[in-house]
């Protein structure tokens, strides 16, 4: 399915950079983020301004990338991934008005070249997970995750090296 068709039922914003060949399912929510070339964007999935998705992705169904979240080239994202901007979210200030954009600062996740992140994974603010490293599925990562390792677990933690390929 090609980014202009209108029959997906997809919202992509004018602001949205889309690489060369980037196929993408229906009822997709793209705005103020950029999708490198030869990317694939599964059904239900939300990729937020100032987010970066590179070349030869895979970003599977039902999954959330929120601002600040840079995913390299070559990653793949499980069905249902969510990313985690705010460590410390509330609705309001402390004076009780509903927050803004100017209330909060933007936490940043990066997900190098080459790493894989399994189905139902949470990954947390501040993170940065490995080239090439993988995350087990169903697992919450709360801390950085070294290059060419397998993680798993809630919290994840390092299981073993990941398999040369």
Not at 41 to 52: C, D, M
Request: proline share 4%.
């Amino acid at each position: 399915m090609s980014a202009g068709d209108a029959g997906s039922f997809n919202r992509i914003a004018p602001d949205v950079r889309l690489g060369a060949g980037v196929r993408l399912g229906s009822f997709i929510n793209l705005y103020g983020c950029s999708v490198g070339d030869g990317t694939k964007i599964g059904a239900f999935v939300e990729i937020q301004k100032n987010a970066t998705v590179g070349r030869n992705c895979k970003i599977s169904s039902h999954s959330f990338v929120c601002e600040g979240v840079t995913i390299e080239d070559n990653v793949f994202i499980g069905h249902g991934v969510t990313f985690i901007n705010d460590a410390y979210p509330r609705a309001t200030t402390p004076a009780g008005a509903l927050k803004n954009d100017a209330d909060w600062n933007v936490e940043y996740t990066v997900v190098k070249k080459g790493a894989s992140i399994g189905s139902g994974s949470t990954i947390l603010s501040r993170v940065t997970i490995g080239e090439n490293a993988i995350v087990g599925a169903g697992s919450t990562v709360t801390r950085n995750v070294p290059p060419n390792t397998i993680v798993a677990g809630n919290p994840a933690r390092i299981l073993r090296s990941a398999p040369d390929e």
